[in-house]
Nanobody, 119 residues
Framework: QVQLVESGGGLVQPGGSLKLSCAAS????????MGWYRQAPGKERELVAKITSLGEVDYTDAVKGRFTISRDKAKTTLYLQMDSLRPEDTAVYYC?????????????WGQGTQVTVSS
């Protein structure tokens, strides 16, 4: 079992910055990919950025050059630095952890944190 708790959301003006954090606990050794997803009203949840256990990162095109995913050395906290925010970045942001144990894949989710970009 893995528990994920996000923090850091809020209201920011266009062009501003926010940093999201996701604290992981439980069987974190079993996590092989962590990522940030977002879901805007009336839209499907989408992948924003992900990082593998080897440190490989990937971003959706809409956030490339503006968002940076990272984690601490202990791999217990995941971050998403969001710069040059736009109104279309408004969404609930979710932390995700993927595990594979004995060939069984599991997805774990945090409760979500609201990010609102508005003047």
């Amino acid at each position: 079992q893995v528990q994920l708790v996000e923090s850091g959301g809020g209201l920011v003006q266009p062009g501003g910055s926010l940093k999201l954090s996701c604290a992981a606990s439980g069987s974190i050794f079993s996590i092989n990919v962590m990522g940030w997803y977002r879901q805007a009203p009336g839209k499907e949840r989408e992948l924003v950025a992900k990082i593998t256990s080897l440190g490989e990162v990937d971003y959706t095109d809409a956030v490339k050059g503006r968002f940076t995913i990272s984690r601490d050395k202990a791999k217990t906290t995941l971050y998403l630095q969001m710069d040059s925010l736009r109104p279309e970045d408004t969404a609930v942001y979710y932390c995700n952890g993927k595990t594979v144990i004995a060939g069984v894949r599991e997805d774990y989710w945090g409760q979500g944190t609201q990010v609102t970009v508005s003047s």
